[in-house]
């Protein structure tokens, strides 16, 4: 049978690269999202490369959701093998600007979001008895400072930390189950793009203060993400993985 991955956000982005990317190193793929049609797109993608794949709708922000989504896939397949949180939101201002509401609402999406997906992700790897790994998509930004992103950058924080946590209670199940955060530099996605366009300038602002040089694409972080997800990175727990061309080395 076929190791089972469950990714969030797989409608767009990094999640939907990482949907792909986990398909064609064999995984069944469980995508999950809120846009059923782009997620129907992704399940497409995924089988038109000769891989596995199924589509699920859910709000990453409810736990009852949560529960219903995660109990179901392992009462199906038995197992459950990698998890992915990559659903997210993002948004730049100003702190003075920022209100309570826009941030809760982003802490919502950002964190507790990642505390479910990991809460039942180690339930039913732990219950079908699965060497199991998690995946939490964090930021270059919940490790270093971004101006007019203070929201952004404490939720990114709280995931970096929380997943190290995690790691730590991951590790004493039997098996032990593995939890990562994946710290991502600019990358360019509908998340940037959303909030300031595919401009010529857009895309020199993503290659600015990298010492590659390169625009990071959604494929860099999937590759990673696959990495932490598999069994090559066997003896990597609790770690802030980034992946960012070097933008945050100076």
């Not at 809120?34 to 990453?60: P, Y």
């Not at 809760?104 to 990991?118: F, M, Q």
């Not at 997943?163 to 996605?189: C, H, M, Q, W, Y």
């Amino acid at each position: 049978m076929k190791p089972v991955a469950l990714v969030t956000g797989a409608t767009s982005g990094i999640g939907r690269e990482a949907a792909l990317w986990l398909a064609r190193d064999g995984f069944h793929v469980v995508a999950c999202g809120r846009n059923a049609g782009r997620g129907a797109g992704t399940v497409a993608a995924i089988e038109t490369a000769g891989g596995s794949a199924e589509f699920i709708a859910f709000d990453i922000t409810r736990e009852a959701d949560w529960a219903r989504v995660v109990a179901d896939v392992a009462a199906r397949f038995r197992r459950l093998d990698a998890v992915v949180n990559s659903g997210g939101a993002f948004f730049a201002k100003p702190l003075p600007e920022t209100s309570l509401a826009e941030f809760r609402s982003l802490w919502e999406t950002d964190v507790e979001s990642v505390v479910l997906g990991t809460k039942y992700a180690l339930r039913a790897m732990r219950d079908t008895r699965s060497a199991g790994s998690i995946v939490n998509i964090s930021s270059l930004a919940g490790l270093i400072g971004l101006e007019d992103c203070a929201a952004y950058c404490a939720a990114k924080a709280a995931v970096t930390h929380f997943s190290k946590i995690a790691a730590v209670e991951g590790g004493s199940f039997d098996p032990p189950i593995r939890v990562n955060s994946l710290n991502p530099g600019v990358i360019l996605t509908e998340m940037i793009t959303g909030a300031y366009g595919d401009g010529e300038a857009v895309r020199q602002f993503v290659k600015d203060g990298n010492a590659l040089d390169m625009v990071g694409e959604a494929r860099h972080i999937a590759a990673a993400i696959a990495w932490l997800a598999g069994p090559k990175s066997r003896m990597v727990t609790g770690t802030a993985h980034v992946v960012d061309g070097g933008r945050g080395s100076d």
